[in-house]
């Protein structure tokens, strides 16, 4: 004779497929215990996805921001040193030649450009006067920085080796002296009482607040043109640029040396582009998207300790249920095995459905904006496992306290 349990199943010892059925039917009889105990699974796991979500996309925002500065892109400046006899005068400057010098000798230069720096005063709107920034720079200066052109156009090689009087002015100083910016096209501008013709107005891709070279008052002009309002054939700084931003490292330390080896032993020459910062970004990133991953899982833990309530306090329920079992044979790692199941499947069900709502969110506004958010493989890996691991862990105590119930003491139990 087979005893029965109450709902009619019979207490043989248990296969895996019946521990499993033996949950189910379990959670049939307490859903609304067992959705609340987790519910705390399903946030913290879908916390965690979303977290990771949240993540990546900080930081490949960063990344794109620092990009579209020019992540292709170093700088050669004179630093100091290779004076003669302590005169600045004679200081061992960059020039034009250095930067052919470079063109030639480096590999993989895809664009350069000389840069000029000159200041002056315009007359604005008004009739005052406002200090402004020219550069001097060549036409391939508009793809080394990947500047934004607004209206008109940029200058082109033609009219630099002409030394055409054109100039291409920054967004702000548009919209300041000539309220729009197609309206700044065909304006004259006076520089150092030569006039100038804007042909077109710009802006840096991502605002760098004036740490970059480009002010709010920039007014760019070809290289040709500027020089003539220097004493000499020096430059401030050289710029260059790769086609592939691996080869940035590289060609940094080429630069240097093709520079080191036409100046002065003494004199010092900085090459240097945004490899170093983009690595700093992606590990600060990184690192912010770990500590937040950390404090998801935190939450699945505590959200853990709620599974374990509940299962002590169904152990405690079924008490004389576990006595049968055992009185027709079950052994205490059957017993212990059931429980377990029955922790890591509430667990693990949460889990899952935390991972679906998680997904559903940054799915969800890729039919709302273009925007794509990026989702890792592996968010939902360690949801997964982190599910199963907090169901094992919280429920070994319930389960083993099942496992160690006498037969006959637990037959007795009212």
Avoid: C
């Avoid at 005063?121 to 001097?136: A, K, N, S, Y």
């Avoid at 036409?262 to 490899?275: F, G, M, Q």
């Avoid at 499947?345 to 273009?370: E, Q, Y």
């Amino acid at each position: 004779m087979t005893i029965k349990s109450n709902n009619g199943r019979p207490y043989p010892k248990l296969v895996l497929s019946e521990t499993l059925s033996v949950a189910i039917e379990t959670f049939r009889s307490n859903k609304t215990r067992f959705m609340l105990t987790s519910l705390g699974m399903v946030i913290g796991t879908a916390s965690l996805i979303l977290v990771v979500t949240i993540g990546l996309s900080g930081k490949q925002y960063l990344l794109q921001q620092i990009q579209n500065v020019g992540s292709n892109m170093m700088v050669a400046e004179f630093q100091g040193g290779g004076e003669v006899s302590g005169s600045q005068a004679s200081a061992d400057l960059l020039t034009l030649d250095d930067l052919d010098a470079v063109r030639k000798q480096v590999p993989g230069i895809s664009a350069s450009s000389p840069m000029v720096e000159l200041h002056d005063r315009i007359t604005v709107p008004g009739g005052r006067e406002r200090d402004v920034q020219i550069l001097g720079v060549s036409w391939q200066y508009l793809y080394v920085r990947n500047l934004d052109v607004l209206a008109g156009r940029f200058f082109e090689g033609r009219e630099e080796e002409a030394r055409d009087k054109v100039a291409v002015i920054s967004q702000t100083l548009a919209a300041m002296m000539y309220s729009s910016q197609n309206a700044a096209i065909g304006q004259q501008i006076k520089l150092s009482g030569l006039p100038f013709t804007v042909i077109g107005t710009f802006r840096e891709r991502v605002n760098t607040f004036g740490q970059s070279e480009i002010s709010e008052d920039t007014i760019l002009i070809p290289y040709t043109v500027a020089r003539f309002f220097t004493n000499n054939n020096s430059v401030t700084q050289l710029f260059f640029s790769v086609g592939d931003s691996s080869e940035v490292p590289r060609a940094t330390q080429d630069i240097a040396a093709v520079l080191r080896s036409r100046h002065r032993p003494e004199a010092v020459y900085k090459v240097s582009n945004l490899t170093q910062l983009l690595s700093v970004a992606a590990t600060t990133a990184n690192t912010l998207s770990t500590i937040l991953l950390l404090v998801s899982v935190l939450t699945l833990l505590v959200s853990g300790v709620g599974i374990m309530n509940i299962m002590l306090a169904t152990v405690n329920n079924r008490i004389r249920e576990i006595g049968i079992r055992k009185a027709v044979g079950a052994t205490n790692a059957e017993i212990r095995a059931q429980f377990l199941t029955e922790a890591i499947l509430i667990s693990l069900s949460g889990g899952i459905v935390g991972i679906l709502l998680g997904l559903a969110v940054p799915f969800s506004v890729r039919f709302i904006t273009d925007y794509r958010f990026p989702i890792s493989g592996w968010s939902v890996i360690i949801a997964v496992a982190v599910s199963s691991l907090v169901g094992v862990l919280f429920g070994t105590a319930p389960a083993a306290r099942a496992a160690h119930f006498e037969p006959v003491e637990s037959l007795r139990y009212e």
